[in-house]
């Protein structure tokens, strides 16, 4: 059978070593002046924006608000690769190929991702260089170029879109394809449905397919990089919590994993509050979408344990945080007994001095009727009483006030 030419559009999610700034209004005037200067700067590499509506909602048929930073493209590649940038360290690498087709599925898939897998690590270097340029303060200070980052592509997956035609699915080879193609997807049976023409998309799980694909206008595919961002980015961020929890209870540096406790846990928060955020600027097509596929992701559940991860986070530092709150108030309460001991023992001293001088010098109570009694018994104290009962006064007040903190 003579082989078929396939195209297939491959989505993989990165780590890029940028992330927007926490607290930077991405609506005010500064930041808009930052992206058109930006834009204008490096415009060899990163692709014109989208048109802005003047205000919220203008128009039902588009997005009203763009979340990605920008697109970075590599127009030297051949296939010409596309990553779209996101604020929370990550990037959505888009790569269109085309192979020739023989029967092998499973070849197929594997072709896809090694050639996508390559493309990305080839042309890293350039974007690492790129980020690190546009983070430059010059430009502005809105994005956190991580320094201690590798030079080095981190690919977390590689998912494979099958871009075809209503056409071409009555060819032999294509029909095969299209069941094999889906067969360990979350719903298999997408697969009949689209060769009966009941369907023109599957997008459950890593292999999708796309049928009559508009470049210019067809929100499927945007939905799968909104929809691969979001559950990428929850993902580092659950695994920043758990990192940040193994550091707090197992870790040595306790300063250290609070900052981590703290970091992520304010990372976390403000991704599923961005998540949210985003959904009311979507077209309501577009947010069906998204919102199907994350569905089939369970994509709810992995938000869920972020939260519980949260909720352990905010626990261990309060519990920190009360320790701290603990100790300090022992420290008080030894600095307090201390000051309470000297301060008796002062006492204890002067009476017994002022007495016992009083006693030899009659002359110092000249004013008085008689000699003081008080004095006068105190003076004929022995000295190491004194002093041992102004200990014993000390601690009868700490045992009194034990009493009334415990109360």
């Given at each position: 059978?003579?082989?078929?030419?396939?195209?297939?559009?491959?989505?993989?999610?990165?780590?890029?070593?940028?992330?927007?700034?926490?607290?930077?209004?991405?609506?005010?005037?500064?930041?808009?002046?930052?992206?058109?200067?930006?834009?204008?700067?490096?415009?060899?590499?990163?692709?014109?924006?989208?048109?802005?509506?003047?205000?919220?909602?203008?128009?039902?048929?588009?997005?009203?608000?763009?979340?990605k930073l920008f697109t970075w493209q590599d127009k030297e590649l051949a296939p010409e690769l596309l990553i779209h940038?996101?604020?929370?360290?990550?990037?959505?690498?888009?790569?269109?190929?085309?192979?020739?087709?023989?029967?092998?599925?499973?070849?197929?898939?594997?072709?896809?991702?090694?050639?996508?897998?390559?493309?990305?690590?080839?042309?890293?270097?350039?974007?690492?260089?790129?980020?690190?340029?546009?983070?430059?303060?010059?430009?502005?200070?809105?994005?956190?170029?991580?320094?201690?980052?590798?030079?080095?592509?981190?690919?977390?997956?590689?998912?494979?879109?099958?871009?075809?035609?209503?056409?071409?699915?009555?060819?032999?080879?294509?029909?095969?394809?299209?069941?094999?193609?889906?067969?360990?997807?979350?719903?298999?049976?997408?697969a009949e449905d689209i060769l009966a023409k009941v369907k023109t998309f599957s997008m459950t799980w890593l292999n999708?397919?796309?049928?009559?694909?508009?470049?210019?206008?067809?929100?499927?595919?945007?939905?799968?990089?909104?929809?691969?961002?979001?559950?990428?980015?929850?993902?580092?961020?659950?695994?920043?919590?758990?990192?940040?929890?193994?550091?707090?209870?197992?870790?040595?540096?306790?300063?250290?994993?609070?900052?981590?406790?703290?970091?992520?846990?304010?990372?976390?928060?403000?991704?599923?509050?961005?998540?949210?955020?985003?959904?009311?600027?979507?077209?309501?097509?577009?947010?069906?979408?998204?919102?199907?596929?994350?569905?089939?992701?369970?994509?709810?559940?992995?938000?869920?344990?972020?939260?519980?991860?949260?909720?352990?986070?905010?626990?261990?530092?309060?519990?920190?945080?009360?320790?701290?709150?603990?100790?300090?108030?022992?420290?008080?309460?030894?600095?307090?007994?201390?000051?309470?001991?000297?301060?008796?023992?002062?006492?204890?001293?002067?009476?017994?001095?002022?007495?016992?001088?009083?006693?030899?010098?009659?002359?110092?109570?000249?004013?008085?009727?008689?000699?003081?009694f008080i004095f006068q018994f105190i003076a004929d104290i022995d000295a190491d009483v004194m002093f041992g009962s102004?200990?014993?006064?000390?601690?009868?007040?700490?045992?009194?006030?034990?009493?009334?903190?415990?109360?």
């Open positions: 059978m003579d082989p078929v030419q396939v195209n297939i559009r491959t989505i993989s999610p990165i780590f890029v070593p940028l992330e927007l700034k926490t607290g930077v209004d991405r609506s005010s005037t500064s930041y808009v002046e930052f992206q058109s200067l930006i834009h204008t700067e490096f415009n060899s590499n990163i692709q014109p924006r989208l048109a802005k509506n003047k205000m919220e909602y203008e128009s039902i048929e588009k997005d009203s608000w763009e979340h940038v996101f604020p929370n360290n990550i990037g959505i690498a888009v790569i269109d190929h085309t192979f020739e087709y023989t029967g092998d599925s499973n070849a197929l898939e594997k072709s896809a991702q090694n050639t996508a897998t390559k493309l990305i690590e080839d042309s890293y270097a350039s974007l690492f260089e790129f980020l690190k340029k546009v983070s430059n303060k010059q430009h502005g200070d809105f994005f956190r170029f991580d320094e201690h980052a590798q030079n080095k592509a981190e690919i977390l997956w590689v998912s494979r879109a099958i871009l075809t035609s209503s056409k071409t699915l009555s060819v032999p080879l294509i029909k095969s394809l299209t069941t094999d193609w889906l067969k360990h997807t979350y719903r298999p049976t997408d999708y397919i796309i049928v009559d694909y508009d470049e210019a206008n067809d929100e499927r595919l945007e939905s799968m990089i909104l929809a691969q961002y979001y559950y990428a980015a929850q993902e580092k961020c659950n695994k920043l919590l758990k990192q940040a929890i193994d550091a707090a209870y197992s870790g040595n540096k306790k300063n250290d994993a609070q900052q981590k406790l703290g970091r992520s846990r304010v990372t976390s928060r403000l991704h599923q509050v961005d998540y949210h955020e985003h959904l009311k600027y979507l077209t309501q097509s577009k947010r069906k979408l998204l919102e199907d596929i994350l569905n089939c992701w369970n994509y709810e559940q992995i938000t869920e344990n972020g939260t519980r991860m949260i909720v352990i986070c905010s626990s261990k530092i309060e519990e920190t945080e009360n320790i701290k709150r603990e100790r300090s108030s022992l420290l008080t309460d030894l600095l307090l007994v201390a000051l309470s001991f000297f301060t008796v023992f002062e006492l204890s001293l002067y009476l017994t001095e002022f007495s016992r001088e009083m006693m030899s010098r009659p002359t110092l109570d000249f004013n008085d009727d008689s000699r003081s102004g200990f014993v006064l000390t601690l009868l007040l700490v045992f009194v006030y034990k009493i009334l903190k415990s109360r």
